[in-house]
Nanobody, 115 residues
């Protein structure tokens, strides 16, 4: 059974930074393209960043230059470093594979950016 557990969210002022972590189990983590998604209130979930097993990255345009995705396969963990946060980054952040698997969604971690 696959389990993904996100952590690291919180309340931060605009311009601040947070580092999210996601620990996976129940799958061959190192072979997966892992991704971070977010869902703001009243909006659809959107793909924020992804990182393939061969280190290819994708970033959603609004976060380019501010967010950085990385992974530690030995720890089955994927990270999202978020710098220069903006109020519009406020959302629940989830990790999943890319493309996403409906069975892998966890609880997510709340990120709130105050202006």
């Amino acid at each position: 059974q696959v389990q993904l557990v996100e952590s690291g969210g919180g309340l931060v002022q605009a311009g601040g930074s947070l580092r999210l972590s996601c620990v996976g189990s129940g799958m061959i983590f190192s072979m997966k393209t892992m991704a971070w998604y977010r869902q703001a209130p009243g909006k659809q979930r959107e793909l924020v960043a992804s990182l393939s097993s061969r280190s290819s990255t994708y970033y959603f345009d609004p976060v380019k230059g501010r967010f950085s995705i990385s992974r530690d396969n030995a720890k089955n963990t994927v990270y999202l470093q978020m710098n220069n946060l903006k109020p519009e980054d406020t959302a629940i952040y989830y990790c999943n594979t890319a493309p996403e698997s409906g069975n892998f969604w966890g609880q997510g971690t709340q990120v709130t950016v105050s202006s």
